[in-house]
């Protein structure tokens, strides 16, 4: 069974701080992703990464950074956190080599972040 | 990019009854359509997915059909039960690429006793 961890279930930060959101997964999977969860919006693709040290935008990078210096590790930073980035954080990974299942993403079980 | 629209947003039906998901995506380049259920706390899960080289794929009581041509493609769930209950997401990527998947906004399925 795929395992996806992050490292937080809650998480409260005040405005302005540096916040880091750690996923972690344990099958060795090439592919990453963090994507946010809002009512009414569904999930949002942040920033995804296809391997060790590369990073590509997704649909909403604004005030996100991310680091990927281990493949089974990608975080994702918020360089100084707003009210708006109050949200649901859901990372997920992907093995593309294995054909029956190259496209399927496996979910973390997201991080409810809280900016006051 | 590619836009997923998904409806409606909120389901309700009796229990032992079909409902179905409707989606459709803008990008003719999409070729992978997975399916999504999320109950309440916990993390999405995948469900069904269909490629574009196949028309209906189904799996027990679920099924999933895509028109490629009208560029949209559905959710069907047969006599629905209480455990059915719970939000779904459609999504759409360019599978083969290691592009992240574009969601659906949700829909909030609720089975009636």
């Known amino acids: 069974d795929v395992k996806v961890t992050q490292s937080s279930r809650y998480l409260v930060k005040r405005t302005g701080e540096k916040v880091f959101l750690e996923c972690v997964q344990d099958m060795d999977h090439e592919n990453m992703f963090w994507y946010r969860q809002d009512p009414g919006l569904g999930l949002r693709l942040i920033y995804f990464s296809y391997d060790v040290k590369m990073k590509e935008k997704g649909d909403i990078p604004e005030g996100y950074s991310v680091s990927r210096e281990k493949k089974e590790r990608f975080s994702l930073i918020l360089e100084s956190a707003s009210t708006n980035q109050t949200s649901m954080y859901l990372c997920?990974?992907?093995?593309?080599?294995?054909?029956?299942?190259?496209?399927?993403?496996?979910f973390g079980p997201g991080t409810r972040l809280t900016v006051l | 990019g590619e836009n997923v629209e998904q409806h409606p947003s909120t389901l309700s039906v009796q229990e032992g009854d079909s409902a179905v998901i409707k989606c459709t995506y803008s990008?003719?380049?999409?070729?992978?359509f997975p399916w999504y259920k999320q109950e309440l706390g916990k993390r999405p899960q995948l469900i069904i997915d269909?490629?574009?080289?196949?028309g209906e794929k189904k799996d027990q009581r679920i099924a999933v059909t895509l028109n490629k041509t009208a560029k949209h493609f559905s959710l069907h769930i047969t006599e629905t039960q209480p455990e059915d209950s719970a939000v779904y997401f459609c999504a759409a990527s360019n599978g083969g690429g290691a592009d992240g998947l574009t969601f659906g906004k949700g829909t909030h399925l609720i089975i009636q006793p």
């Open positions: 990008d003719s380049a999409s070729n992978y």
């Open positions: 997920a990974s992907r093995n593309p080599g294995l054909a029956s299942r190259r496209d399927t993403q496996y």
């Open positions: 269909i490629r574009s080289n196949v």
